[in-house]
């Protein structure tokens, strides 16, 4: 497994651009597939992007296709969520995961972080 670490979460108006970042230990880190997920108050955690372990492959939720875009780094062991035109529904708490598989996939991730809060304003 992998540490996660989330940051880059706060508070911003409707219409505004946050960039989450996800620093991951572990020399293996470039054989994970890497993911984010939010959760909302009274709510499930779901699905938000993933990106494949060499970055080639990409999904994301309906919900934030062109607005949100993942990418990773392997060499720093990173992975970013870059999200725009951010919406009073967008509000959770973000988290990072990853799964040792070099498929995209939805569920079934084996590490977490600890979450960062996204508050979006109206």
């Known amino acids: 497994q992998v540490q996660l670490v989330e940051s880059g979460g706060g508070l911003v108006q409707a219409g505004g651009s946050l960039r989450l970042s996800c620093a991951a230990s572990g020399r293996t880190f470039s054989t994970y597939t890497m993911g984010w997920f939010r959760q909302a108050p009274g709510k499930e955690r779901e699905f938000v992007a993933a990106?494949?372990?060499?970055?080639?492959?990409?999904l994301y939720a309906d919900s934030v296709k062109g607005r949100f875009a993942i990418s990773r780094d392997n060499g720093k062991n990173t992975v970013t969520l870059q999200m725009n035109s951010l919406k009073p529904e967008d509000t959770a708490v973000y988290y990072c995961?990853?799964?040792?598989?070099?498929?995209?996939?939805?569920?079934?991730?084996?590490?977490w972080g600890q979450g960062t809060q996204v508050t979006v304003s109206s």
């Open positions: 990106i494949s372990w060499i970055g080639g492959s990409t």
């Open positions: 995961a990853a799964k040792r598989t070099p498929v995209v996939v939805t569920t079934a991730y084996d590490s």
